[in-house]
């Protein structure tokens, strides 16, 4: 399966593949997680800080880092005006950590793993490959459809301003 131009059959656990390379429909999980998946509130929240942020650094695994290099090219591509594309660092954990250099104090603002974050960081508990694949395909549903180029983009007026507390809370 290709997403973004990389192939995510080295990334994606072979229990999530066919034998034809494409992605089973289980649990919603990855490419095909849906708006009623637990973690798609979190996970398009991520998505949003991610795409908005001009200086971020994603703390991952190598074999992560052509996902990241696409991501910045589709950034590059959606948004012309931007400069700063997603950097890849690279760390041995099996956990992704993206980081904007603008927030002050750590600026966490994201994580995929199972190590809960602290409560000012989105907090995506999936396996870092299913994770990282709804992340990156959250973040190009977003930029397909212009986020963040309008005026007070900050999120959907609907869902509110983003309180991870009350999320994690709702989830336990």
């Not at 192939?7 to 593949?17: K, R, T, V």
Request: net charge negative.
């Amino acid at each position: 399966m290709r997403a973004l131009g990389v192939e995510f059959d080295d990334i994606l656990p072979p229990l999530l593949q066919a034998s034809d390379g494409i992605i089973q429909d289980l649990p919603l999980i990855g490419l095909n997680m849906q708006m009623n998946h637990p973690l798609w509130p979190v996970v398009r929240e991520s998505a949003r800080r991610l795409v908005k942020s001009e200086n971020i650094s994603i703390y991952a695994p190598m074999k992560y880092a052509p996902l990241i290099v696409d991501l910045g090219g589709y950034m590059g591509d959606k948004i012309p005006q931007r400069v700063n594309f997603p950097r890849h660092i690279e760390n041995q954990a099996d956990e992704i950590l993206i980081v904007d250099s603008t927030v002050e104090q750590d600026g966490k603002i994201a994580y995929i793993g199972f190590s809960e974050p602290d409560i000012a960081v989105c907090w995506i508990e999936m396996n870092t490959s299913a994770g990282f694949a709804a992340l990156i395909e959250s973040c190009k549903q977003l930029l397909d459809a212009g986020y963040p180029g309008c005026v007070g983009c900050e999120g959907s007026i609907q869902e509110g301003r983003w309180n991870e507390n009350e999320f994690r809370n709702l989830r336990n």
